[in-house]
């Protein structure tokens, strides 16, 4: 889904950076695998929602990079028609060579957080663990168990993702999750499309299923009953000197409720 921790979309991007580049690798060492970077994201966010008033939230994130180390804390912020909640998040990610032309991943976030609904206060916990690769010919892959326990839904979303890149320019990514145990009751597909171009990278997708409304971050403002899901995406990201924008438009339809979110993040390179 579109809508994770902003903090999770960055650490994801950067090891699918390593992926895209497995072709080209040489043998190296944890620390030849990334720059020790740091950098603040801010994002912002307005949602409609059918038959409320909508919503509206941001977030600020810290991500540090050494090496083949990725690590990143977060404070988000949530409203959506009559609920509200906030979380704190931690993210982190390792990466080294699994062969002369092949590298192993994994990673791992946490959020934590409470909410109140129409006055009803809720814990929001979201846990997740994976581990990915990446092969000659530009091929990745990843498997990611997840945890939810949000209001009254929880339960367990198993996830696999396979990717593969086209030249310099263009990465496709399939996955598909299916919950186990809980009351999740959800199952669905993913496709996804990033353009690399000169001066500007477009991302396109969507996804088809059936999912709990907690799973889309939608928190107790419908039942806790899966819905068939239609989703679609896009957006475009564009670097400047000093910063690069992204925005972001996701639009959910859940068996004829439908949210639009449109999200504009602003990435700063620290000194």
Not at 89 to 112: C, G, K, M, P, Q
Not at 232 to 260: M, N, Q, Y
């Amino acid at each position: 889904m579109l809508r994770f921790a902003i903090v999770s979309v960055l650490c994801a991007s950067a090891l699918c950076s390593l992926a895209a580049h497995a072709d080209e690798s040489t043998t190296a060492t944890p620390a030849e695998a990334g720059p020790q970077t740091d950098r603040i994201i801010l994002s912002a966010d307005g949602d409609r929602l059918t038959g409320t008033n909508g919503g509206a939230g941001g977030d600020i994130t810290y991500l540090h990079q050494e090496g083949a180390v990725l690590v990143g804390v977060a404070a988000e912020y949530q409203r959506l028609a009559t609920s509200r909640w906030g979380f704190g998040s931690f993210n982190i990610a390792y990466s080294h060579d699994l062969t002369a032309t092949s590298r192993w991943n994994v990673h791992a976030e946490a959020h934590e957080g409470t909410g109140r609904t129409a006055g009803s206060p809720f814990l929001y916990s979201i846990e997740a663990a994976g581990l990915g690769a990446a092969f000659p010919h530009a091929v990745s892959a990843d498997v990611e168990e997840r945890q939810i326990d949000v209001d009254t839904s929880h339960g367990s979303l198993p996830k696999a993702a396979l990717s593969k890149g086209w030249g310099s320019h263009l990465l496709t990514t399939v996955g598909y999750a299916h919950s186990i145990g809980g009351n999740l009751d959800s199952s669905y597909g993913l496709l996804r499309l990033d353009v690399y171009l000169p001066g500007v990278n477009l991302i396109a997708g969507g996804d088809l299923g059936r999912v709990s409304p907690t799973v889309l971050n939608i928190n107790g403002v419908l039942t806790s009953q899966a819905r068939h899901l239609k989703e679609e995406f896009g957006g475009i990201s564009k670097p400047f000197k000093r910063f690069e924008l992204t925005l972001l438009g996701d639009k959910i339809d859940l068996a004829g409720v439908s949210r639009f979110t449109l999200t504009l993040n602003c990435s700063i390179p620290l000194p």
